[in-house]
């Protein structure tokens, strides 16, 4: 005769194993590449301004650190000691208004306040293949009162694009993401991708907003 409360707790047991076998697949099969974590601050000693002759024989190249995005002068980028999601530092990024549009009638329709990293930055986007991914993330952590909408964009080697928007709360943190998936049903090639902007229209703000910036990744999971 079969023993009931036996076979009950070997099918429990098979059970919990099982559970266990799938998280570890799960664990095993996450995976995160770090495209920029803001760890490398700027050298104060050298300028970012464009060498004369002389001075360019002496340094042909400036040193490589993770906040030289293309700015445009619209958003500037500093290391900061707190909200880093990870490493030590966050940027702290400040999105600028349009502060020369002063007279009645000229104000623009919108304000694109961006950065982007690139293949063509100073700071380099280390990777163009994300196929294996499912996710581009940043973190973003807000310390103002104000909710904002962030706006993610990325562009291939052949000039396609596609954006994504998301809400940046107010006094917290946020995470905007972008699913690869979304990059490949609007044609892009997500084996040869060349650069992601990060940006806000900040064209009915009455003060530039400031957001602390950490962790731009690709990643299989949210979590």
């Not at 104000?107 to 694109?112: F, G, S």
């Not at 998301?166 to 044609?187: N, P, Y």
Request: glycine share 4%.
């Amino acid at each position: 005769m079969v023993d009931s409360k036996r076979v009950f707790g070997a099918l429990v047991l098979a059970a919990l194993l099982a559970g266990m076998a799938g998280c570890s697949k799960d664990a095993a099969q996450a995976k995160t590449l770090v495209l920029n974590s803001f760890e490398k601050a700027p050298d104060p000693s050298v300028s970012r301004q464009v060498y004369d002759l002389a001075e360019s024989l002496k340094k042909p190249e400036l040193p490589v650190d993770d906040y030289a995005w293309e700015t445009s002068g619209y958003v500037s980028l500093e290391p900061f000691n707190k909200y880093a999601t990870q490493g030590k530092t966050s940027a702290k990024a400040r999105f600028t208004i349009p502060g020369d549009f002063k007279k009645p009638g000229q104000k623009p329709k919108t304000w694109e306040a961006g950065m982007t990293l690139s293949t063509d930055s100073p700071t380099k986007l280390p990777a163009t293949d994300w196929a294996a991914f499912k996710f581009l993330a940043i973190d973003v952590y807000n310390t103002e009162n104000t909710e904002y909408q962030g706006y993610l964009r990325v562009i291939d080697s052949h000039s396609n694009l596609t954006q994504t928007a998301g809400l940046i709360k107010a006094k917290g943190k946020s995470t905007l993401f972008m699913e690869v998936t979304r990059l490949a049903e609007a044609r892009l090639d997500v084996h040869d991708l060349k650069a992601l902007t990060l940006y806000l229209d900040t064209v009915d703000q009455a003060s530039d907003p400031v957001l602390y910036l950490d962790n731009v990744r690709l990643t299989s999971t949210l979590r």
